[in-house]
Each structure stands twice: as C-alpha cells, then as structure tokens.
C-alpha cells in the first residue's frame, strides 16, 4: 500500500469528506484528491500536518509500519451523543434526520457532511476541531457550565425542548399570520 492510498484510508477511516480532510491540513480538495489518486505526492510538511492533526503515527503514514490506530468521527458522534444521554432516535428527531442516519454515521458507512457536521456540534455542545481530529476538549468551554446544569438535570432540558418547541410553533403561527396580511395588498373595496 502506498502513502496515497494510505492517506485515502485514513480519510475514509476518520469519515471525512476531502473538503473537511483538507480544511484540517490546509489544502484544497482537489489536491487532496490528487494525492488519494496517486497524481501527487505529498509533501513532508503535509505528511506532517495530517500526522499532527489526526494524531497518526508517521511510520505508519510514510512507509505502513505500525497500525492504524485512531478514533473516528463516527466514534466521537456516538461518545458524544451518549455523554448527552441521547438516544439514536432523539438525535435523529433533535436534527431532522433518520435513526438509520445516525447509526450510520457511528458505523462508519456514511460520511457526514459539513452541515451535519455543524448540527451535530450544536446540538451536542461539542467542539467542531474535536469532532473532526479528536484534538483538544470534546465540550465547548463556553457552553460547559451550562451543559453541566443539564446534565444534572434531565426534566430541565424537557423542559427546555418544550419551550423551544413552544416558541418555533408560535413563530410559526405569526409568519402565517404576516403571510396572510402581506397577500392582501390592502386592495379591499
């Protein structure tokens, strides 16, 4: 196996797209995808940087030595998600996507895309760089305290889903209403 494909073996084992991959190591996608493809070579400093952003070991990367030993980010969705005490179907429900989706993601079998990426990190008060390259802390420093509260709290976070679920439905209800006045034109006679 050469480095390429061990590049596109890492990629497809961490379950990111080449945009994100390359977002991480700072080139585009399409020389990422000129590496995968045997067209180029990597540089060293690139072979540097995925070492340094994925934590692989760079034996492995250059000549295959070793394993291939990390955690992906299907394995922090599912971390991540069981920490916030949620289900595969509340996820699912919380980002208006299927269970099977969920557990696909966890599985490895779907990549998830820059939105989904950034719905997850909302919705699970995690760190986006966390999420991608499992550096740093998996919670959002901003959002710890409050996390915290709720986790200790369960009937509070209902409570909290349902006011929010309360507010999006009279939202809901004033747009229509606007809607309905807006169609009017104000032509009455």
């Given at each position: ?17 080449q945009r994100v991959f390359g977002e991480q190591v700072r080139r585009s996608v399409g020389y990422i995808s000129k590496v995968e493809s045997g067209q180029l070579q990597p540089s060293a400093d690139v072979v540097e940087a995925i ?139």
């Amino acid at each position: 196996m050469t480095i390429n494909e061990r590049i596109g073996l890492l990629r497809n084992h961490l379950g990111l797209s080449q945009r994100v991959f390359g977002e991480q190591v700072r080139r585009s996608v399409g020389y990422i995808s000129k590496v995968e493809s045997g067209q180029l070579q990597p540089s060293a400093d690139v072979v540097e940087a995925i070492c340094s952003a994925f934590g692989v070991d760079e034996r492995w990367l250059k000549e295959g030595e070793g394993f291939l030993e990390t955690e992906s980010v299907g394995d922090r969705v599912k971390r991540a998600r069981k920490a916030r005490h949620y289900t595969q179907e509340e996820l699912a429900a919380e980002l208006g996507v299927s269970r099977n989706t969920v557990g696909m993601i966890e599985r490895r079998t779907v990549r998830a895309g820059d939105k989904l990426i950034r719905m997850l990190c909302d919705k699970l008060w995690i760190d986006r760089i966390w999420l991608l390259t499992g550096t740093g802390k998996m919670d959002r420093t901003e959002l710890t305290p409050f996390y915290e509260l709720l986790r200790r709290e369960p009937r509070l976070r209902r409570h909290i889903k349902a006011y929010i679920n309360h507010l999006d439905s009279r939202a809901a209800r004033i747009r229509r209403k606007k809607q309905g006045r807006a169609g009017t034109d104000g032509s009455r006679r």
